[in-house]
């Protein structure tokens, strides 16, 4: 080997020559079960479908990290930039779209798993130190991403059986995933351009030397079948935010029309245990700044009324629209008046809990459109939906639309 500072070119060749040196092979007698040469008959363990398979997956990988990221933005109480406001239905799409690409990829995982599974029995099981590192990557794609699809469908059944706080595992499980699954590409992508170049066959083929066995399926009509199952996920999910398809949502956790006041409810006054606080007659919304305030709902309704048309778009993938009427949060904050630079804390009548408080931007406390919403589809506000006062604000997270709020002003 050459060690000489000068050539670098000479020491990344040694170094590439150390990782791709062959392994001594493991003795042959341990080469047995699923190990042994021909363990696996099936036709449908196949690159050209694996290819396939591989190249949806990325797509809807992409898209869930892109949307993904997109919301843990919107949910940062620290932004260097603020999520914007507009469109107001911003959020509501984004975040639909992850949870319906996140379920578009269980099926397509599943059978990509069943077409590659055989290879984690190759031999011999590691041939260089590189392929070992590949491999060793393989781990950390499978698990992450097997991860990222149970934790997230787990988050919107409500099923917190994890041992971690969901948003901060499954942020971090993206990265894993994607840094793997880059490697992965990185590693693969000669022989999937080679495997995506050959066409799929049609052909129903039994498997070799048993050609009397009845075949089953053909790796087309396999690719086609995850390819209908993945849609029809999609469509039977989507309904708990697209309206018209809300009659098929049945996969969907939530049916977007149910609800009091035709909108669903995501935690109630009594599990929040502030029916008392809620309905008390001495109730008095307290603001902050250099002039505190305490209204009473009477001095909130005597303020100009604002009515608006925005969503309520849940981490979780529902979302339904309203028609809200309140004050606007800058009104009440020039009220007390509290400067217009400084981001806005919104604490609710609710103990404890993780959506107890909000922060509002200060460009989100300005909006027009960010109410102190009194009022839903004309009516006073159900308790459940946050009587007496709730924030309602554009393009923004449900977690973050605090219910019964209590007090507002400057963090
Ligand atoms: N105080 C408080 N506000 C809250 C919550 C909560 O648990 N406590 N849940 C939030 C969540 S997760 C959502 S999706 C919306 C749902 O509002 P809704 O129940 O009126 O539909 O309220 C948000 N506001
Ligand atoms: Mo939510």
Redesign the pocket.
Known sequence: MVHSPGAPVTRLAALRGLATRPLPEPPAGLRRGPFREGSFRSRLHDAALAARLGRWLGVLFAVCLVTGLLSHWAQSPDPWVAFPTRPVWLYRVTQGVHVLAGMAMIPVLLVKLFVVYPRLFTWPPVRSLLHGLERLSLLLLVGGALLQVATGLMNIAGWYAFGFFFPVGHYWGAWVTAGALLVHVGAKLSTARAALAQPLSGEVLPPPDEEDRAPALSRRALLASTVAASAAVVVVTAGQTVRPLAPLALLAPRDPRI?PQG?????SAAA?G?EAAATDPAYRLRVDGPVPRELSLADLAALEQVSARLP?????GWS?EGIWTGVRVRDVLALAESPEDRDILVQ???RN????RSVLSPAAARDPLTLLALRLGGEPLHL???YPV?LIAPARP???????VARLGPR
């Open positions: 609800g909108l669903p409810v995501n935690k929040a502030v309520i778009a849940c981490v979780e339904a609710s009548l609710q809990g993780l959506y107890a459940d939906h946050g709730r449900g977690v973050l639309q605090t219910k019964w």
